[in-house]
């Protein structure tokens, strides 16, 4: 409670940025290249689970295609690097592809409710390998293609990781201030809105269907920016960056690190590519049954992903001290209900309560 | 013979307390009412009832403490319950929606009869056995909601609002249908009706709610001599 | 005119496997409101559970209804003690706990038999009859026969019988059936049971054309998704049609328009739909999707 009262101080809040920012910023002149090479790939997933976050975390949408916008970014990239494009212009076609990519598909998609968009959207990394290895003129075929062009200049006098950390910082800070603004403003209240309750957000005028639009269309966008940083730290893709599998892991990598928060997004990245590396180092086979362990656990345990978790202790420590010094259950686990204390307001749920599925319209 | 006794039962959705020490008893073969404002906790006591909201005190049914029961386990032991809102399934026919309320009987022989009592009882029904049920008029679904907890065989039906939403002759030939059931199958009824006529026409004595507990109980005759709660509480 | 009909017939018995996924899938909807993901994955180890019986020696048949039964169980308790408690919130969490339980799923083949890919022994004879001048494997039709049998099955006892009419009434209204004393939750359980076993039945149908991998089923799921969007949640006829056309069309596809050819066939459902979703939001026989509030 008192650091978090304390974190949440403006002066605090400015000082512990800035301190946040030099130390990001002197992180790779002082760490090894493996290190710098992991906070780098931190990033770029960081950016991709971001994007998911921002349909499906604070949407509502599952959307089980995100790599295939990760993909579709890192070969816009190397088509565009390897045909000598200004590195700004790639970087813009990277996003503008993806982006369009995932407008088309969201225009379709989000005009059937519910799941439909997660039942359309897991077809697209399993149509999209076959696609990429089918137009090998632009992609590579299934060798792949690399583009390097993240070679530390000469005048920068900065190894090529260290380069390349401060590509991924900069782009990716950007995405997360983005993002955190988006959230935060007008456009976050739509998205929440059609999250809670669809009817409820057309009511408000909110149309539940341009808005999922809009987050898809956002989430592609960060896709395609994902994939333009995998290509500035890989330098390489093939038709197996897209794959179903990968598109799951980011899937897993978000609800771990907490749907619907920027800092989850950050966390998630983070998931993703230290647990299969960890699981791989053990044993390979491990990787898949692991995550899928990981990820039921979180939704049992802390639907709030790892974000949540300083909360979630904070809660648990509390309700352990007030425990001990009442001697008395906390309520509302009891099936007694205590009596009378507070007056029932006039609207009391009479009417439209309903604790389960009732009859459709 | 007490049928039903709840004592003192409080019940709550989530943090919002909406029972608030609710008591009354249902004698075996009676009809009892609860009557009161929106919101005054008449659904809510019928769910306590029947398992669907989290609940204390006591609730004792045909000699057993029922309170903590699933809704299938409370209907096994004899209570039907026919929600607000009339809950038929609306995919299923009419037929079938009869045999769900059947589910739990074995005599498959007395199982066609009552079905040919209930198209008696509700003669509109006999139309419309093998069509959908969310084809039907609100006021043939709620016969048909009363016809399915017939079904069932209950010692006890709680009926909650049979008049909602229905035209007010319909309003009447379902409570007309309702009495004559009562009439020859002897079933106790827990009754909780807005309109106060139709209330009246159907139960023997009432109990009135507001803010979740019991501020007046009495006979049918009594109650509807009593102008100023006729006002407060039944609406006229 | 022989290559087509036995391009129909193939794609018919694919497609019956498809409709064999599709209708698991729109089983568990009807009854939780929930798109299972996992239904493919899980029918995957059904696959697998029937290989080690095979390996043990049991007669194939044997091994297969064991692998059933015990698919009908895990089925029932993955419902019982995996989703029951997501059943009522949001169902987009309960989607992503069944991909949960399809990356948990994959990953428990793929630790106990590995990535590499398993022969798994036919149910039928691998020969081939000539109809009208086409040769035709008996696989891909007795494939097709089987399944269309088990779904005649299933819709007599989902129509005559009194499991059936309490599965229905659950599916219509979990709230209202209980009050009739129907034990909901042991219902869903069967509803989930009663997929888990269509999804072995096409898992070990399936399996000796694309021989046991973990992630064996993944493309037939996305192409039962493609049909249960097609043919519409609410209508399992719909979904049994879409199957086959999907199955029949992409065939055909492949052979006849080299421009898509075999490796992307599997882009076909989703450009039907794309076209269809356009013009036709409901699907092709079901109706319109309400928004619940």
Not at chain 1, 101 to 117: F, H, K, N, W
Not at chain 2, 120 to 136: E, H, N
Not at chain 3, 16 to 24: C, D, E, G, N, R
Not at chain 3, 275 to 284: N, S
Request: net charge positive; proline share 4%.
């Amino acid at each position: 409670m008192s650091t978090a009262a304390t974190v949440r101080r403006p002066r605090v809040r400015m000082i512990l940025t800035a301190v946040l920012a030099v130390a990001l910023i002197a992180a790779p002149l002082a760490l090894p290249a493996f290190a710098n090479q992991t906070l780098i790939r931190i990033g770029v997933y960081a950016v991709a689970v971001l994007g998911l976050n921002i349909v499906m975390g604070y949407t509502g949408q599952v959307n089980l295609g995100q790599i295939f916008f990760v993909g579709l970014g890192a070969y816009v990239t190397a088509y565009g690097v390897n045909h000598g494009w200004n590195i700004l212009l790639v970087f813009f076609a990277a996003c503008a592809v993806a982006g369009l990519v995932g407008l088309l598909v969201a225009l379709a998609a989000a005009r059937l409710g519910g799941l439909a968009i997660a039942m359309v959207t897991i077809a697209l990394p399993i149509v999209g390998v076959p696609l990429a290895k089918r137009l090998s003129d632009f992609t590579g075929g299934s060798q792949g293609t690399s583009a390097r062009f993240t070679d530390a200049p000469d005048w920068s006098g900065l190894d090529n990781d260290q380069w390349q950390f401060y590509i991924v910082l900069v782009v990716s800070a950007a995405a997360f201030l983005l993002a955190r603004s988006l959230v935060r403003g007008k456009y976050g209240r739509a998205f929440a809105a059609v999250r809670e309750n669809e009817a409820v957000a057309a009511s408000m005028g909110i149309s539940p269907y341009r808005t999922k639009v809009l987050a898809f269309t956002i989430a592609s966008i960060f896709g395609g920016a994902s994939g333009f940083l995998y290509l500035a730290a890989v330098q390489y893709t093939s038709p197996e960056t897209l794959s179903f599998g990968h598109s799951i892991s980011l899937l897993a990598a978000m609800v771990i690190g907490g749907a619907g928060s920027i800092a989850g997004s950050l966390l998630g990245g983070a998931y993703y590519v230290f647990v299969p590396q960890l699981t791989n180092a053990i044993d390979p086979n491990l990787t898949t049954v692991s995550q899928g362990a990981i990820l039921l656990a979180v939704l049992f345990l802390l639907p709030g992903g790892l974000v949540s978790l300083p909360r979630v202790v904070r809660r648990l420590t509390r309700r352990s001290a007030t425990r001990r010094s009442t001697a008395r259950p906390a309520a509302e686990t009891s099936q007694q209900t205590p009596p009378a204390q507070h007056p029932v307001p006039d609207a009391a749920p009479e009417g439209p309560e309903q604790t389960e599925r009732q009859d459709g319209p | 013979m007490t049928l039903l006794e709840l004592t003192v039962v409080t019940a709550s959705y989530g943090p919002l307390q909406v029972l608030d020490g609710v008591s009354l008893s249902v004698p075996e073969g009676g009809s009892v009412g609860i009557l009161g404002a929106n919101g005054a906790g008449k659904t809510t006591t019928l769910r306590a009832i029947s398992g669907t909201v989290r609940t204390g005190g006591r609730i004792r049914f045909d000699g057993r403490d029922i309170r903590g029961l699933r809704p299938d386990q409370v209907a096994a032991l004899g209570i039907a319950h026919v929600p607000e809102g009339r809950g038929t399934l609306g995919q299923l026919s009419v037929r079938e929606n009869l045999l769900v309320g059947a589910y739990l009987r074995k005599d498959r022989k007395a199982v066609a009869g009552d079905i040919d009592y209930c198209l008696d009882l509700f003669p509109q029904l006999q139309d419309r056995v093998g069509s959908r049920a969310a084809a039907l008029s609100g006021g043939e679904q709620q016969m048909l909601a009363v016809g399915r907890a017939f079904m069932a065989k209950p010692k006890l039906l709680l009926l909650d609002e049979a008049s909602l939403g229905l035209a007010p002759s319909t309003a009447k030939a379902v409570y007309e249908a309702i009495r004559r059931l009562r009439l020859e199958s002897g079933i106790a009824m827990l009754v909780v009706e807005q309109n106060a006529n139709l209330a009246f026409s159907l139960v023997d004595t009432a109990t009135v709610l507001e803010t979740g507990r019991n501020v007046l109980t009495g006979s049918s005759a009594e109650l509807k001599g009593m102008d100023e709660i006729r006002r407060a509480y039944l609406g006229g | 005119m022989g290559t087509f009909i036995q391009l129909v017939v193939d794609g018919l018995a694919t497609g019956s496997i498809y409709a064999a996924l599709a209708l698991a899938i729109v089983l568990v909807n009807q009854a939780t409101g929930l798109i299972n993901f996992a239904q493919g994955g899980m029918a995957v180890l059904s696959a697998y559970i029937a290989y080690v019986f095979v390996q043990l020696g049991l007669p194939l048949l044997l091994a297969i209804i064991i692998s059933v039964v015990l698919s009908f169980l895990f089925g029932a308790l993955v419902e019982r003690f995996l989703l029951r408690r997501f059943e009522r919130g949001d169902p987009d969490t309960a989607v992503v706990v069944t991909i949960g339980l399809l990356t948990l799923v994959t990953g428990i083949s793929a630790v106990l038999w590995g990535y590499n890919n398993l022969a798994f022994p036919s149910l039928f004879p691998l020969t081939s009859v000539e109809i009208l001048g086409a040769v035709v494997s008996v696989r891909s039709l007795a494939t097709a026969v089987t399944i269309v049998v088990i779904m005649v099955v299933l819709q007599l006892l989902f129509l005559r019988t009194k499991l059936g009419l309490a599965l229905r009434a659950v599916a219509d209204n979990p709230a209202s059936a209980a009050f009739s004393g129907l034990p909901v939750g042991r219902l869903l359980m069967v509803g989930w049971g009663l997929a888990a076993t269509l999804g072995a039945i096409a898992g070990v149908l399936v399996a000796p054309q694309l021989t046991l991998t973990p992630g064996m089923l993944d493309t037939a799921l996305v192409y039962a998704l493609a049909a249960v969007i097609l043919g519409g949640l609410s209508s399992p006829i719909g979904c049994v049609v879409a199957a086959s056309a999907i199955g029949v069309l992409e065939n055909l596809v492949a052979v006849y328009i080299p421009l898509i050819g075999h490796d992307l066939k599997i882009a076909v459902p989703f450009a039907l739909i794309f076209v269809i979703l356009i013009i036709r939001p409901q699907g092709l026989f079901g109706r319109k999707v309400v928004v619940r509030v």
